[in-house]
């Protein structure tokens, strides 16, 4: 063992456990664990050059080469850990045993060690025990294993980078095919066609009530007059009969009862006189072995049936249970426990529930896996991984109780689900004896009755009390005579096959083999921000970046469908083009011979090379197709929705870069309508009505609902939705899509309803002494409530909601931050001159606020905004009236509130002014002293012209500036300047503070010196962000957690150049995420001014 030396793991989280465990280790031995966050080597994310190699980021001509490069972020974090190889013995590369953690290792390999003695180690949880084991069982880097994750990589960018790029120009901006994503949404659409398809039946069925020696059981048909009866199952998705049985008619069951009974059967009676017997008993004992323990995959599944995690959630808690030390390595195949595991877990199990409910050893439920080279040895034969477990802490796993505090509920109840499991894979096999009775009834017909008992709990004394729920039959026994007690006829219907949900869906995908267990979590995260499934679970947050042309192309306005994985009108031509043109893309069996072709590369059983050309250039390759499939197709041909319910009709149903649409075709003239947001949500609910309502509504006038003070209200057609049109004025109106002939019928709207939303704003009541109003606004229905709002839940009515509903929604939304755009109240402190003094928790962070004004935090309370007080509070908001004036400022201001203020705020008209500087103040009152420079801007005055005379762009004079400012070596010069501009700056802004009666300095919290003695002078024109501004605030706290070559944070300007080279190297595809981000907050900006100024 080296003295000192360098450990790199993936995550921060898990090199501080890592660390503290190493050096507790007896010996003279020096740890230093640090993390490199992930791959320090990536494929680049947009174009680099002309070449087809660099667009995709592959030199396809040198035999698919990764062309790498290194992300910028990357760059000081690289350097640090190059400076820290240096002064060490031995580097140990200790990332994830999977095939993704095997090539940053070799990454980490090839940049940091290199000239290093290197040793690859994994640790399969992170205890003591474990890590002093792993050590001693190191070896070198697989080369295999990252062969298989190159290939895997590639083939992922061959294919993604080939194929989005024709959905972009053929259908919209923001869409994506991948080798999984593709098969997988092709699952998903192929079983909302089957729904869309499927023809219910109605089936009908005879349920009687027995009596046996007061034990009363129900029986449900079997035979009528000797034959089968036909149920559910025996029709198949189109309404066909298949099997053999008899469709019972509904009056055929009423006259046969009828006749049997001599009563009625509208009403359920007592029909003691009528025989049954006995026909068969049938008795079977069923022995249901324990589950195994959780694999990847099992724990995503039973994460989202029984946590409602989605697959994405539960990985991000079993991440932060295997980075705390709580759990096994949560990416894994094997569904095997290690010899530790199983004999913690059978001592657990004979501590609780005795020695008789241990099973034998390894007898529980074999679940066949597909071992996999990176899940597995060398060899194949043994996974790396064992399942996922507990760790083993002082000989024992530890109860869900006894983790940190600082775990979460969800990670709690998710350990707790891999604890249980652990404990029952252990224990013996839940026994049940099962009975089927057959009961003639009359002569006329037979039942069937089932019961069952559980004779040994076994493993399911740790499942929910449900799965051992019992139905006792009576002691039966053929010839036996029992009585009648009731008898009735039932009708049903046949079901459509399921949406999938999350659980369903990774089910499916690891049946058949497509993509690995690790990925499914990225799969379907991918699904819902390309807009291509909406589903009620998970996803919050705001959408940005592509998901916001994605969502605008699909017509999808929000999330919903409790669970299921609802595929939209973009999912839908999506697939339908792919599965045309792109067979293979979607089709389950070519990606998983895929797969296995991954793994035999993995195994070293194959090479990378040749399968990737045949794949991308052979003679049926993606490259050719591609190209075939963009010279074929035309935009109207790739956008048709070709929907069931449209078939042959009159309208055409399209999707487009902003939105579906409807096209009619009217006597050679070309009609179009774009399709309201929200309105094909559901495939299931279009229809060709709704849609040549939608163009009628585009044309004349509207549809005139009443009349109102002597003018028409109309609904109208719109591109973003329905609105009324009346007094004139426009309202947008939320309606939802419907069946019907008419506008109004589809939109649900009735007259008394429009003219209460053209009353709008209503004020439903008060709370606290505050008036509670309710509005319609852009992003739909709200409530204000002093200065702040918060959405209206979809179960409330706008226009019903009462006063007790709104102030509950108040409190919940804005005072106690429920709602995920409220701004809440953090401290309510009382009233200063009429008008409440508050701090806020706002979109940007937090703030003060009196009346209009909007003051920052002192910075000295940003880690407790609750700690301030009034006077601090005050002080603060008097200076930023003094800078702006009591109308407010910041990010509110407008220009045209500039000069209303100027000509009647309060003592204004003619005695105020605009300054030369754009500030508003008294006549005769100066503008506030500018800021001084600092000794980076006065470098910057001084070099500017000769930089500029090296480069016109803007962006790359202030790149070099910033450089040159880092290598320069003596600052003093500007450092003494800008020292005495502050000085100067100090005793002019002390003098401008007196003048107009502000306060004399930011220290100064007294109520004489806080109260400003004229309106305001000045306010300051806001403005929305930028979208670089955006990306460095994203990005800033990572780059600040970097650490430079000499180990330590990065300078200000250091930040600020790792900041800008990122945001240079970004792809457009990335860029504009960001500035679609920037013209959503432009909009929220808006909306905020003009709420302000109402």
Same mark, same amino acid.
């Given at each position: 063992?080296?003295?000192?030396?360098?450990?790199i793991?993936?995550?921060?989280a898990?090199?501080?456990t890592i660390?503290?465990?190493?050096?507790?280790m007896?010996?003279?031995?020096?740890?230093?664990?640090?993390?490199?966050?992930?791959?320090?080597?990536?494929l680049?994310?947009?174009?680099?050059?002309t070449?087809?190699?660099?667009?995709?980021?592959?030199d396809?001509s040198?035999?698919y080469i990764?062309?790498?490069?290194?992300p910028?972020?990357?760059v000081?974090?690289?350097s640090?850990?190059?400076?820290?190889?240096?002064?060490?013995?031995?580097?140990?590369l200790?990332?994830?045993?999977d095939?993704?953690?095997?090539?940053?290792s070799?990454?980490?390999?090839?940049?940091?060690g290199v000239?290093?003695?290197?040793?690859?180690?994994?640790?399969?949880?992170?205890?003591?025990?474990e890590?002093?084991r792993?050590?001693?069982?190191?070896r070198?880097?697989?080369?295999?294993?990252?062969?298989?994750q190159?290939s895997?990589?590639?083939?992922?960018?061959?294919a993604?980078?080939?194929?989005s790029p024709v959905?972009?120009r053929?259908?919209?901006?923001?869409?994506s095919a991948?080798?999984?994503?593709?098969?997988?949404?092709?699952?998903?659409?192929?079983?909302e066609?089957?729904r869309?398809?499927?023809?219910?039946?109605?089936?009908?069925?005879?349920?009687v009530?027995?009596?046996?020696g007061? !034990?009363v059981?129900?029986?449900?048909?079997?035979e009528?007059?000797?034959?089968?009866?036909?149920k559910g199952?025996?029709?198949?998705?189109?309404? %066909?009969?298949?099997?053999?049985?008899?469709?019972?008619e509904w009056?055929?069951v009423?006259?046969?009862? =009828?006749s049997?009974?001599?009563e009625?059967t509208s009403?359920?009676?007592?029909?003691?006189?009528?025989p049954c017997t006995?026909l068969t008993?049938?008795?079977?004992?069923?022995s249901?072995?324990?589950?195994?323990p &959780?694999?990847?995959?099992?724990?995503?599944?039973?994460?989202?049936?029984?946590?409602?995690?989605?697959?994405?959630?539960?990985?991000r808690?079993?991440?932060?249970?295997?980075?705390?030390?709580?759990i096994t390595?949560?990416r894994?195949?094997?569904?095997?426990l290690?010899e530790?595991?199983? =004999?913690?877990?059978r001592?657990?199990?004979?501590?609780?529930?005795?020695?008789d409910?241990?099973?034998?050893i390894?007898?529980?439920?074999?679940?066949?896996?597909?071992?996999?080279?990176?899940?597995?040895?060398?060899?194949?034969?043994?996974?790396? @991984?064992?399942?996922i477990r507990?760790?083993?802490?002082?000989?024992? &796993?530890?109860?869900a109780t006894? #983790?940190?505090?600082?775990?979460g509920?969800?990670?709690?109840?998710?350990?707790e689900?891999?604890?249980?499991?652990?404990?029952?894979?252990?224990?013996k096999?839940?026994?049940t004896?099962?009975?089927?009775?057959?009961?003639?009834?009359?002569e006329l017909?037979?039942v069937?009755?089932r019961?069952?008992?559980?004779?040994?709990?076994?493993?399911s004394?740790?499942?929910s009390?449900?799965?051992?729920s019992?139905?006792?039959?009576?002691?039966?026994?053929?010839?036996?005579?029992?009585?009648?007690?009731?008898? /009735?006829?039932?009708?049903?219907?046949?079901?459509p096959?399921?949406?999938?949900?999350?659980?369903?869906?990774?089910?499916?995908l690891?049946?058949?083999?497509?993509?690995?267990?690790?990925?499914y979590?990225s799969?379907?995260?991918?699904l819902?921000k390309?807009?291509y499934v909406?589903?009620?679970v998970?996803?919050?947050?705001?959408v940005?970046?592509?998901e916001i042309s994605?969502? /605008?192309?699909?017509g999808?306005?929000g999330?919903?469908g409790k669970?299921?994985?609802?595929?939209?009108?973009?999912?839908?031509?999506?697939?339908?083009?792919?599965?045309? @043109?792109?067979?293979?893309? *979607?089709?389950?069996?070519?990606t998983k011979r895929?797969?296995?072709?991954?793994?035999?590369i993995a195994?070293?059983?194959? !090479?990378?090379?040749?399968?990737?050309?045949?794949y991308?250039?052979?003679?049926?390759? #993606?490259k050719?197709k591609? $190209?075939?499939?963009?010279?074929?197709?035309?935009?109207?041909?790739?956008?048709?929705?070709?929907l069931?319910s449209?078939?042959?009709?009159?309208?055409s149903?399209?999707?487009g870069p902003?939105?579906?649409?409807?096209?009619?075709? =009217?006597s050679?003239?070309?009609?179009t309508a774009?399709?309201?947001?929200?309105?094909?949500s559901?495939?299931?609910?279009i229809?060709e009505?709704?849609l040549?309502t939608?163009?009628?509504?585009?044309?004349?006038?509207?549809?005139?609902m009443g009349? #109102?003070?002597? +003018?028409n209200?109309t609904?109208?057609?719109?591109?973003?939705?329905?609105y009324?049109? %009346?007094?004139?004025e426009k309202l /947008?109106?939320?309606?939802?899509?419907?069946g019907?002939?008419g506008?109004?019928e589809?939109?649900?709207?009735?007259?008394?309803?429009?003219?209460?939303?053209?009353e709008?704003? /209503?004020?439903? %009541?008060?709370?606290?002494?505050?008036?509670?109003v309710?509005?319609?606004?852009?992003?739909?229905?709200y409530l204000?409530?002093n200065?702040?709002f918060t959405?209206?839940? $979809?179960?409330y009515?706008l226009?019903?909601v009462?006063?007790?509903?709104?102030r509950?929604?108040?409190e919940?939304?804005?005072?106690n931050k429920?709602?995920?755009m409220?701004r809440g109240?953090?401290?309510?402190?009382d009233?200063?001159?009429?008008?409440k003094?508050?701090v806020?928790d706002?979109?940007?962070? *937090?703030?003060i606020n009196?009346?209009?004004?909007?003051?920052?935090?002192?910075?000295? &309370?940003?880690?407790?905004?609750?700690?301030?007080s009034k006077?601090?509070?005050?002080?603060a908001?008097?200076?930023?009236?003094?800078l702006?004036?009591?109308?407010?400022?910041?990010?509110?201001g407008?220009?045209?509130?500039?000069?209303k203020?100027?000509?009647?705020?309060?003592?204004?008209?003619?005695?105020s002014?605009?300054?030369?500087?754009g500030?508003v103040? $008294?006549?005769?009152?100066?503008p506030?002293?500018k800021?001084?420079?600092?000794?980076?801007?006065?470098?910057?005055?001084?070099?500017?012209?000769d930089v500029?005379?090296?480069t016109t762009?803007?962006?790359?004079?202030?790149?070099e500036?910033?450089?040159r400012w880092?290598?320069?070596?003596?600052?003093?010069?500007?450092e003494?300047?800008?020292?005495?501009?502050?000085?100067?700056?100090?005793?002019?802004?002390?003098?401008?503070?007196?003048?107009v009666?502000?306060p004399s300095g930011?220290g100064?919290?007294t109520r004489?010196?806080?109260?400003p003695?004229?309106p305001?002078?000045?306010k300051k024109?806001g403005?929305?962000?930028s979208a670089?501004?955006?990306?460095?605030?994203?990005?800033r +706290?990572s780059?600040m957690?970097?650490k430079?070559?000499?180990g330590?944070?990065?300078? &200000?300007g250091?930040v600020?150049q790792v900041?800008?080279? %990122?945001?240079?190297?970004?792809?457009?595809?990335?860029r504009? !995420?960001?500035e679609?981000?920037?013209i959503?907050a432009?909009?929220?900006?808006?909306l905020?001014?003009?709420?302000?100024?109402?």
């Amino acid at each position: 063992m080296y003295r000192k030396n360098l450990v790199i793991v993936e995550s921060p989280a898990k090199a501080n456990t890592i660390e503290a465990i190493l050096n507790n280790m007896p010996g003279d031995y020096q740890w230093i664990v640090r993390s490199c966050n992930g791959h320090i080597l990536d494929l680049p994310s947009s174009q680099t050059s002309t070449s087809s190699s660099s667009s995709l980021g592959v030199d396809i001509s040198s035999g698919y080469i990764p062309l790498y490069v290194t992300p910028p972020l990357k760059v000081p974090l690289i350097s640090s850990l190059k400076k820290l190889a240096k002064e060490v013995e031995c580097v140990w590369l200790a990332t994830d045993g999977d095939r993704e953690g095997e090539a940053i290792s070799s990454h980490l390999n090839r940049t940091v060690g290199v000239g290093k003695v290197t040793r690859r180690v994994v640790f399969r949880s992170i205890t003591k025990g474990e890590v002093e084991r792993s050590l001693g069982e190191w070896r070198k880097v697989d080369d295999c294993l990252v062969k298989a994750q190159e290939s895997r990589r590639v083939l992922d960018r061959l294919a993604g980078y080939t194929v989005s790029p024709v959905l972009w120009r053929k259908i919209a901006p923001g869409l994506s095919a991948g080798r999984v994503q593709s098969v997988g949404l092709g699952l998903i659409v192929e079983r909302e066609k089957r729904r869309l398809r499927y023809v219910k039946m109605e089936w009908n069925d005879v349920e009687v009530m027995i009596n046996e020696g007061g !034990e009363v059981f129900k029986g449900e048909g079997w035979e009528w007059k000797g034959e089968r009866i036909r149920k559910g199952g025996g029709f198949d998705e189109f309404g %066909g009969e298949i099997g053999i049985g008899r469709k019972l008619e509904w009056e055929d069951v009423d006259t046969g009862l =009828t006749s049997l009974t001599g009563e009625s059967t509208s009403h359920l009676r007592s029909y003691t006189s009528v025989p049954c017997t006995v026909l068969t008993v049938d008795g079977r004992s069923m022995s249901t072995p324990p589950p195994p323990p &959780f694999i990847t995959s099992s724990l995503q599944i039973e994460g989202n049936r029984k946590l409602g995690l989605t697959a994405g959630e539960t990985m991000r808690c079993a991440q932060k249970l295997y980075e705390k030390g709580f759990i096994t390595y949560m990416r894994t195949d094997n569904g095997k426990l290690s010899e530790e595991g199983e =004999t913690v877990g059978r001592g657990v199990v004979e501590e609780r529930f005795g020695s008789d409910a241990l099973g034998v050893i390894g007898g529980g439920k074999k679940k066949k896996t597909k071992i996999k080279k990176g899940e597995g040895d060398k060899d194949g034969k043994e996974e790396a @991984h064992e399942a996922i477990r507990p760790s083993v802490h002082e000989g024992r &796993f530890l109860k869900a109780t006894e #983790l940190d505090k600082e775990i979460g509920k969800k990670e709690r109840e998710l350990y707790e689900l891999i604890y249980n499991r652990t404990l029952s894979s252990l224990m013996k096999p839940k026994v049940t004896n099962s009975t089927t009775a057959t009961i003639a009834v009359g002569e006329l017909f037979t039942v069937r009755s089932r019961g069952s008992v559980v004779v040994s709990s076994g493993w399911s004394v740790l499942t929910s009390s449900t799965q051992n729920s019992t139905t006792i039959l009576p002691p039966l026994y053929p010839g036996q005579s029992l009585s009648l007690q009731s008898a /009735r006829p039932t009708s049903h219907y046949t079901q459509p096959p399921p949406r999938y949900n999350e659980a369903t869906f990774v089910q499916e995908l690891e049946r058949l083999g497509v993509g690995r267990p690790s990925t499914y979590a990225s799969v379907l995260e991918t699904l819902r921000k390309r807009a291509y499934v909406r589903s009620g679970v998970g996803r919050g947050g705001e959408v940005k970046g592509g998901e916001i042309s994605a969502r /605008r192309a699909a017509g999808i306005d929000g999330e919903g469908g409790k669970g299921q994985l609802i595929p939209s009108l973009t999912a839908l031509v999506v697939c339908d083009l792919l599965k045309e @043109h792109l067979g293979d893309y *979607v089709d389950t069996e070519f990606t998983k011979r895929m797969e296995e072709r991954l793994d035999e590369i993995a195994r070293g059983e194959a !090479e990378g090379k040749g399968y990737l050309k045949d794949y991308y250039e052979g003679e049926g390759g #993606l490259k050719r197709k591609v $190209e075939k499939m963009e010279l074929a197709i035309n935009n109207d041909e790739a956008r048709l929705a070709r929907l069931p319910s449209l078939h042959n009709s009159s309208v055409s149903l399209f999707v487009g870069p902003w939105g579906p649409y409807a096209v009619r075709d =009217t006597s050679g003239v070309r009609e179009t309508a774009p399709i309201p947001s929200g309105m094909v949500s559901d495939l299931s609910s279009i229809t060709e009505s709704d849609l040549l309502t939608v163009l009628d509504g585009r044309r004349g006038n509207g549809t005139v609902m009443g009349e #109102l003070d002597g +003018k028409n209200v109309t609904l109208r057609l719109g591109r973003y939705g329905a609105y009324l049109q %009346g007094l004139g004025e426009k309202l /947008r109106e939320e309606g939802g899509g419907g069946g019907g002939g008419g506008l109004q019928e589809l939109i649900g709207l009735t007259f008394e309803d429009a003219k209460k939303y053209l009353e709008l704003p /209503r004020t439903v %009541g008060e709370y606290k002494g505050e008036d509670i109003v309710t509005s319609l606004g852009p992003y739909g229905p709200y409530l204000k409530w002093n200065n702040s709002f918060t959405s209206l839940p $979809e179960e409330y009515n706008l226009i019903e909601v009462g006063e007790e509903d709104a102030r509950r929604l108040v409190e919940e939304g804005i005072v106690n931050k429920v709602g995920r755009m409220a701004r809440g109240v953090l401290v309510d402190f009382d009233k200063v001159e009429g008008y409440k003094l508050t701090v806020r928790d706002g979109r940007f962070g *937090v703030y003060i606020n009196w009346k209009k004004v909007n003051a920052k935090m002192p910075v000295e &309370f940003l880690d407790s905004p609750t700690s301030i007080s009034k006077d601090e509070a005050w002080a603060a908001i008097s200076e930023k009236i003094a800078l702006i004036g009591e109308g407010g400022g910041g990010t509110k201001g407008k220009k045209n509130a500039v000069k209303k203020k100027a000509a009647v705020g309060k003592g204004g008209g003619r005695g105020s002014k605009v300054t030369k500087g754009g500030k508003v103040g $008294e006549k005769g009152t100066p503008p506030p002293p500018k800021r001084p420079m600092s000794a980076y801007l006065l470098f910057c005055a001084d070099n500017r012209g000769d930089v500029a005379k090296t480069t016109t762009k803007l962006g790359d004079v202030s790149k070099e500036l910033a450089r040159r400012w880092k290598e320069q070596e003596d600052r003093s010069k500007w450092e003494k300047q800008a020292e005495k501009l502050k000085a100067v700056y100090e005793v002019e802004k002390a003098k401008w503070s007196s003048t107009v009666g502000g306060p004399s300095g930011p220290g100064s919290s007294t109520r004489s010196s806080a109260t400003p003695t004229s309106p305001a002078a000045t306010k300051k024109v806001g403005r929305s962000p930028s979208a670089y501004m955006i990306y460095c605030k994203e990005k800033r +706290k990572s780059v600040m957690d970097m650490k430079g070559d000499d180990g330590k944070k990065l300078k &200000f300007g250091e930040v600020t150049q790792v900041l800008a080279k %990122g945001w240079k190297s970004l792809g457009d595809e990335e860029r504009k !995420e960001f500035e679609e981000k920037a013209i959503e907050a432009k909009k929220v900006m808006e909306l905020e001014r003009k709420e302000e100024g109402e």
